[in-house]
């Protein structure tokens, strides 16, 4: 079973910190994505990486950037966490058959 | 733009068949239709694609239509930890997957 992992499940930051968002899979997959979901808006992507070192920007790249320096391990940091940024954050994996499995999501809020 | 119409919401009985109805009549011939679900407060759960052949899994069984404008999910014997939001998407990359609101499934004791 694909096992995608997140390091956190919840989070309280204040405005200004800067946040790290962990999250690790276990099927030597190829492209991992984060995603936020808010009520009403639906899931967004943030960012996506098809290869360590490798980005893409999704739909709402601004106020995020991320890190892939191992192939299993894809980060999302809010470099001054806004409280516009709370929200749940999903992060995704795929591999060479293209469906996206889910970790547990990280429900982040910022004050 | 919306790809995908589904109900917004659906009851079922416990141990019965739950059909959950999607339509996509704008769906390319490249593009998947894929099922996930998301029980509350839990990330999405994969559970099923297909093309254009219906497919069958340890989970849900996808029927669609031969001119691929619409399409079933069958839970064939829903259980109460079957409640949750279910989305129908259709992609022709995987690389972005867009959710829409999905159909609020309750299974009812």
């Known amino acids: 079973d694909v096992k995608v992992t997140q390091s956190s499940r919840y989070l309280v930051k204040r405005t200004g910190e800067k946040v790290f968002l962990e999250c690790v899979q276990d099927m030597d997959h190829e492209n991992m994505f984060w995603y936020r979901q808010d009520p009403g808006l639906g899931l967004r992507l943030i960012y996506f990486?098809?290869?360590?070192?490798?980005?893409e920007k999704g739909d709402i790249p601004e106020g995020y950037s991320v890190s892939r320096e191992k192939k299993e391990r894809f980060s999302l940091i809010l470099e001054s966490a806004s409280t516009n940024q709370t929200s749940m954050y999903l992060c995704?994996?795929?591999?060479?058959?293209?469906?996206?499995?889910f970790g547990p999501g990280t429900r982040l809020l910022v004050l | 733009d919306a790809k995908t119409t589904q109900p917004t919401s659906m009851d079922c009985a416990e141990g019965r068949a739950a059909n959950l109805p999607c339509n996509h009549s704008t769906i390319s011939g490249n593009e998947y239709v894929y099922w996930y679900r998301q029980i509350h407060s839990q990330g999405p759960q994969y559970i099923i694609h297909g093309l254009k052949n219906n497919e069958t899994n340890e989970m849900a069984s996808l029927i669609i239509t031969e001119d691929r404008k619409s399409s079933t999910l069958i839970l064939p014997h829903a259980t109460l930890r079957d409640t949750a939001v279910y989305y129908c998407?259709?992609?022709?990359?995987?690389?972005?997957?867009?959710f829409g609101k999905g159909t609020l499934l309750t299974v009812n004791p």
């Open positions: 995704a994996s795929s591999g060479a058959e293209e469906t996206q499995y």
């Open positions: 998407i259709v992609e022709g990359s995987n690389y972005k997957l867009t």
């Open positions: 990486s098809y290869d360590v070192k490798m980005k």
